[in-house]
């Protein structure tokens, strides 16, 4: 029975596709979840499942030597219709799954239980889910644990959540750093180029004019961004690899120089204005 792929469900799979985890090697942190729970319930398989358009693809498999089966066989894709733990007690008397495949061959599937795993926006990506070949009851304890363990799978996925984004502001603090040192020797090789004009022409007065104008213009703008970094750098610095802070401590030491050479500026501004006094010219030969 293939489950109809409504709006929300199409939002549901742009969401795991966002996630960039379908196709990935297998990877210990999950696959130790599996065999804890494979160990736990003592079944012969468990599964880090994940539902896509056609297919369950499964990012961790204990017991099963398959990484993908077919949506339509796929007990997974029913589970994640609702938040709690389906459990199928006996799969040959249940109406929905006796002629499946799985079922009727080889895994045999008999038991199954699947608590859904949700990602942003409580998208339900998948479940973990354990399987056995022969009936069983699952209590309520067994639920219980079973929940814990999906939590568990839930924390992984939210850590490459965060992993990916810590990534692109990595990059975006690099990509920041390199235009404000390029603004930074464009502002320089600009304001030696009008000082050398301006001086040459004696034009003392209106090279501090342009330059007070201009060191005020930016550093309005710079104390945005210099706020921005450190705010944004105290916020990640604790999800940060030592590469990371020393990016980070780059771009905010770039901000500080250009505020120092704005600072320059001011103060040569301040130096610069000519104290203009009326005279005559026979005081000025008697002096």
């Known amino acids: 029975m293939e489950v109809e792929h409504s709006l929300e ?3 549901r799979i742009q969401a795991l596709h966002e996630l960039e985890i379908l196709d990935t090697p297998p990877e210990e942190r999950f696959d130790r979840i ?3 729970a494979q160990i736990m319930f003592d079944v012969p398989i468990a599964l880090v499942s994940l539902v896509d358009s056609n297919r369950q693809w499964f990012k961790s498999c204990a017991g099963l030597s398959a990484r993908e089966t077919p949506r339509s066989m796929s007990f997974c894709s029913h ?3 609702n938040e709690d733990i389906m459990t199928i007690e006996d799969a040959t008397t249940d109406n929905r799954f006796s002629e499946n ?3 009727t061959g080889d895994p045999f599937i008999r038991f199954y239980a699947g608590k859904p795993i949700r990602g942003q926006d409580n998208k339900m990506l998948g479940t973990l889910c354990i ?3 022969k009936p069983r009851v699952f ?5 219980s644990v079973l929940t814990d363990l999906a939590n568990w799978v839930e924390n992984e996925f939210k850590t490459s959540i965060l992993t990916k984004s810590l990534k692109n502001t990595t990059e975006n603090l690099v990509k920041v750093q390199q235009e404000l040192l390029d603004q930074n020797k464009n502002l320089e090789l600009k304001i030696k180029e ?3 004009q301006l001086l040459k022409q004696d034009r003392v007065t209106t090279v501090a004019s342009m330059s007070s104008r201009l060191a005020h213009d930016l550093r309005n703008p ?3 961004i210099q706020i921005s970094s450190e705010l944004l750098k105290k916020e990640l610095e604790k999800h940060m690899d030592e590469n990371m802070k020393k990016r980070c401590g780059n771009l905010l030491s770039s901000i500080l120089e250009i505020n120092r050479i704005i600072e320059d500026v001011l103060e040569f501004v301040k130096t610069s204005h000519l104290n203009q006094e009326t005279n005559s010219s026979k005081n000025l030969l008697e002096n």
Do not use: F, M, R, Y
Not at 139 to 143: L, V
């Open 9 to 11: 469900e199409k939002n």
């Open 34 to 36: 599996t065999k804890i």
């Open 79 to 81: 589970a994640i219709l």
């Open 101 to 103: 495949p799985l079922v």
């Open 131 to 133: 399987i056995d070949k």
């Open 139 to 143: 209590s309520k304890a067994d639920k």
């Open 194 to 196: 009008k000082t050398n």
């Open 222 to 224: 710079l104390q945005v």
